[in-house]
């Protein structure tokens, strides 16, 4: 017996389609964590804000602008002014001035989340900017990344705006560990703690290179397992993931075995994302990294 039907997490609004949209991969930083970074060449963003807003007119959408550092696209303002979604997240790590998020902070609907990288930053300025940004009202995202390198630096930051939490509810704060670092049982039992209560805010910084080996189509096909197991999952009816060349993808999980199935410059992205978002996709990713948390073990 097989698991045949996989549904994705209700989020709090059934009705909401989530889209992520890696802008770029270029980052003004280079963490030695970070999995997403990649020098390239600016892609351009027209044909990919037409699709956007063409979801937008069928589903409530919801886009989250991610990279690399999403605000170095030189196209930033216009990807603002043109998206005509439901709401808006941006994800940065503050590496540009005061003014420039000023301006950021002036487009409605819009949530900024922030991680703090303590081996790029100067604390003190990093600390003003973001007390800046909880000023302007909107929900400020803050997530510590809780590097062991920086072990005091990164607790005195999370405890300072722990502080300011309560009277400053557009402020949401969380703390994250680094994927390569391994905590000791005294650091697990306070970063444990404080997962309680906070918003669950998904963040991977690797690669499980186990995953793409038993997954990969070649893989599959090489060892006669090409009926191997399919679930219909409705990843593509609520979900999809945009990369900065424009390719589309059902889930992150697809984008990471660069499955896509059109991209904004195909004459015919409007019919195959109209299928997709009607009959979700067929899922033959075996171990799971996208967060559902349904195990998709063959059951016999
Ligand atoms: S972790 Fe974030 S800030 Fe650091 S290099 Fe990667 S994208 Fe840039
Ligand atoms: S990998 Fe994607 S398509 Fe497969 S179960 Fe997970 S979310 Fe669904």
Not at 34 to 50: H, L, N, Y
Not at 104 to 130: G, L
Not at 152 to 179: Q, V, Y
Request: overall charge neutral; hydrophobic content about 35%; charged content about 30%.
């Amino acid at each position: 017996m097989y698991i045949r039907e996989i549904k994705l997490p209700q989020h709090k609004d059934p009705e909401q389609f989530n889209c992520l949209w890696e802008v770029t991969t270029n980052c003004s930083y280079r963490c030695r964590y970070c999995a997403a970074v990649k020098e390239e060449k600016f892609q351009e963003v027209d044909s990919i804000i037409e699709a956007i807003n063409y979801i937008a007119t069928k589903k409530k959408m919801h886009l989250t602008l991610f990279g690399g550092e999403a605000v170095m696209h030189p196209d930033f303002f216009q990807i603002l002014d043109e998206l005509k979604v439901s709401s808006l997240q941006v994800h940065t790590n503050l590496s540009k001035s005061k003014s420039f998020w000023d301006k950021v902070a002036r487009t409605p609907n819009i949530e900024i989340i922030i991680s703090y990288h303590p081996c790029h930053v100067d604390r003190d300025e990093f600390t003003e900017k973001v007390l800046a940004l909880i000023k302007t009202g909107i929900i400020i995202k803050l997530i510590v990344m809780l590097d062991l390198n920086y072990r005091e630096e990164c607790l005195d930051l999370f405890n300072f705006f722990e502080k300011l939490e309560s009277k400053h509810p557009n402020l949401k704060l969380s703390i994250s560990k680094i994927f390569e670092q391994t905590l000791d049982s005294k650091d697990i039992e306070w970063y444990l703690e404080q997962q309680v209560g906070r918003e669950d805010i998904i963040v991977f910084h690797g690669v499980d290179s186990i995953t793409k080996k038993y997954t990969q189509e070649s893989y599959l096909v090489n060892n006669n397992l090409n009926n191997f197991r399919l679930f219909k999952c409705d990843a593509g009816m609520r979900t999809l993931v945009i990369s900065s060349e424009g390719k589309f993808f059902a889930c992150s999980d697809y984008r990471s075995h660069n499955i896509s199935f059109t991209n904004s410059k195909d004459t015919g992205w409007k019919e195959k994302l109209e299928f997709i978002s009607e009959k979700g996709v067929l899922c033959r990713i075996d171990k799971c990294l996208c967060g559902c948390n349904i195990p998709k073990k063959r059951i016999i």
